[in-house]
């Protein structure tokens, strides 16, 4: 069996316990005069108990039954100051770096043997230094028991209160990559709402001026160009301003709202005349209900992507926006437009799009649908369709 290695600090204080009982020893420094075995015997249970003290930390439970053993020899002897005072310290060595179970049970040992060694010297002396003796007993044993208990228990409590340190920092630190992460998305979303549509009708157009040899044709192409240019160059600087502006007195930013809807329908039909496409907006809600200002602004969104994604992908016919709610106040936004195989100029789409839409609906807990469906007897064969249902919350007390 291959021994641990013990600590280099307890090595230094066995020997140096060691050759402090040596020294008691030559000076002829005793714990009683008379014992039935010659003076030179002290030095052996010092010796034996300093041996099993190097090994405290690794082996506590085994230094305790050694130095017990010891200190049991050592009553025989002369006596040793030395013996009892590293019998003290295997004892507190035992409840601090013992086992939980050891921790537990040495306290309560040292307790328990105090006691009884208390009652069986009254009745063997029977004279009131038995009970001297018993006080003795008890501060080599219930002493260090309770001092290594007490250190035990304010090292656990260190480790505890380090581990939630810890805890919290983690999660701290997960809340801050998430908040990083859900501010780049909603970043990423609105530069692409904002600036998306001014940039595919700027494809369109400009691949329409390339394409066709009509002078009429290519000065409306780069007027299309140069408008959607100066409106696409605003809204980034808007948002570059507000990026950099981390001022918390800065003027609040008015977000899109439902009212704009036609604005941006009559920017769409604009853009996608050359494509040969028309674009009506349907509104039946109830005007006269507010609608939470978060609902507005996805809405709005989510319309502005589809005219987007209609003007890059749609075949000519009409593009209808349509708005409604149910009874319980959702709002139910749909975008419809031709779908087929375009021959005419088009915009390369990255599919994030999409993805903002779902995303949006999502932070409402609403559903969104887009694809392909069958379109009207009258009207083309397949639709694009873009249907999202936003659910509207009443945020006010009920009622008592």
């Not at 003007?311 to 209808?320: F, N, W, Y």
Request: proline share 7%; aromatic share 4%.
């Amino acid at each position: 069996m291959t021994l641990p290695r013990p600590h280099r600090n307890d090595v230094y204080a066995a020997v140096a316990a060691f050759l402090s009982g040596v020294l008691l020893w030559s000076l002829d420094l005793y714990v009683q005069r008379e014992a039935p075995l010659p003076p030179w015997a002290t030095l052996v249970p010092l010796a034996g108990i300093c041996t099993a003290a190097i090994f405290r930390r690794p082996l506590p439970l085994t230094t305790l039954l050694v130095g017990t053993l010891m200190l049991v020899a050592d009553l025989f002897t002369h006596g040793s100051l030395i013996t009892l005072l590293v019998f003290t310290d295997t004892v507190y060595a035992a409840v601090v770096y013992g086992s939980a179970a050891t921790a537990r049970r040495v306290p309560v040992g040292s307790v328990l043997f105090t006691v009884a060694s208390t009652a069986v010297l009254l009745v063997l002396l029977q004279e009131p230094e038995g009970l001297f003796l018993g006080v003795l007993v008890g501060m080599i044993t219930i002493a260090p028991a309770a001092t290594g208990a007490i250190i035990r228990n304010h090292r656990n409590a260190a480790d505890a209160a380090r581990l939630r340190a810890e805890q919290t920092a983690l999660l701290a630190e997960m809340d801050r990559v998430q908040a990083i992460t859900a501010e780049r998305g909603r970043m990423a979303r609105e530069l692409h709402d904002m600036v998306a549509n001014h940039l595919s009708a700027i494809a369109i157009h400009s691949t329409a001026a390339l394409s066709l040899d009509d002078p009429a044709t290519t000065g409306r192409a780069l007027k299309v160009i140069r408008e959607n240019s100066v409106a696409g160059l605003a809204e980034m600087r808007r948002l570059i301003g507000l990026l950099r502006d981390s001022s918390e007195d800065r003027e609040p930013v008015a977000a899109p709202t439902l009212a704009g809807l036609e604005s941006l329908v009559a920017q769409a039909r604009t853009n996608g005349t050359a494509s040969g496409l028309a674009f009506a907006l349907d509104d039946r809600r109830d005007t006269a209900l507010p609608m939470p200002a978060p609902v507005e602004l996805a809405a709005y969104r989510i319309v502005q992507e589809s005219l987007t994604n209609a003007l890059k992908h749609a075949d000519p016919g009409e593009v209808r926006v349509t708005l409604s709610q149910d009874p319980t106040g959702a709002l139910t936004v749909r975008v419809s437009s031709p779908y087929g195989s375009r021959s005419g100029p088009r915009a390369p789409g990255s599919g994030s799009g999409l993805v903002g839409i779902r995303e949006r609906v999502a932070l409402l807990d609403g559903e969104v649908d887009a694809g392909p469906v069958p379109g009207p007897p009258e009207g083309p064969g397949k639709i694009w369709c873009v249907r999202a249902v936003l659910p509207v919350r009443d945020d006010k007390e009920p009622e008592a």
